[in-house]
Nanobody, 124 residues
Framework: QVQLVESGGGLVQAGGSMRLACAASGRTFSSGVMGWFRQAPGRERDFVAAIVLSGGTTYYHDSVQGRFTISSDNAKNTVYLQMNSLKPEDTAVYYC?????????????????WGQGTQVTVSS
């Protein structure tokens, strides 16, 4: 069993920055993938970014490419999402997920574990 706990959300003005963290405990996947997704009211859970834990390959949704950076500290079992140049449309609950196989990293149903989510609100 893996437990994921997100932190770092809050309120920020448009153009600002914020860093989210996702700490994993329990059995961890040294060769899997951790990803960030977001869900705005009335919308499905959308892919934001993912990182392959061994090797560090990263993937981003086009809407955040160049603004967001995903990274991992495997020694701390923690994944980060650095968000810069934030826009009001980035407002959502952000979730981190973990999957044990590196497959279809942008698809929520391929993730085995989820955190409880953290609210990010970007004011205009």
């Amino acid at each position: 069993q893996v437990q994921l706990v997100e932190s770092g959300g809050g309120l920020v003005q448009a153009g600002g920055s914020m860093r989210l963290a996702c700490a994993a405990s329990g059995r961890t996947f040294s060769s899997g993938v951790m990803g960030w997704f977001r869900q705005a009211p009335g919308r499905e859970r959308d892919f934001v970014a993912a990182i392959v834990l061994s090797g560090g390959t990263t993937y981003y949704h086009d809407s955040v490419q160049g603004r967001f950076t995903i990274s991992s500290d495997n020694a701390k079992n923690t994944v980060y999402l650095q968000m810069n140049s934030l826009k009001p449309e980035d407002t959502a609950v952000y979730y981190c997920g973990a999957q044990s196989i590196s497959s279809r990293v942008g698809v929520p149903s391929t993730y085995d574990y989820w955190g409880q989510g953290t609210q990010v609100t970007v004011s205009s």
